[in-house]
């Protein structure tokens, strides 16, 4: 049983910022590495920001470069993606997600989504 609970999500004006939480159920959080996409209505998933096992290894999207932070909390078992300077196409709902190799095959598990809103 694997479960990612999101938060964190709301609406903000062009240039604030937000902070994004993603609480992993079980004991084996630790061990995988994390990933922040996000989503808007008829366009594809984009991956945002991913993150080592121990965090050490950090990734982002070259939209988000400079702006957005991921980091972890293995003993709290969370993932964060702090979100500055934000923009008006930033608005999307933004999933955490895992990749875990499980019966042959790499398997995806994925929070519920928090809806982030930027707009005047």
């Known amino acids: 049983q694997v479960q990612l609970v999101e938060s964190g999500g709301g609406l903000v004006q062009p240039g604030g910022s937000l902070r994004l939480s993603c609480a992993a159920s079980?004991?084996?959080?630790?061990?995988?590495?994390m990933n922040w996409y996000r989503q808007t209505p008829g366009k594809e998933r984009e991956l945002v920001a991913t993150?080592?096992?121990?965090?050490?290894?950090?990734n982002y999207a070259g939209s988000v470069k400079g702006r957005f932070t991921i980091s972890r909390d293995n003993a709290k078992s969370t993932v964060y993606l702090q979100m500055n300077s934000l923009k008006p196409e930033d608005t999307a709902v933004y999933y955490c997600n895992t990749k875990i190799y499980s019966n042959w095959s790499w398997n995806d598990y994925w929070g519920q989504g928090t809806q982030v809103t930027v707009s005047s």
């Open positions: 993150i080592s096992r121990t965090g050490g290894s950090t």
């Open positions: 079980g004991s084996i959080f630790s061990i995988y590495a």
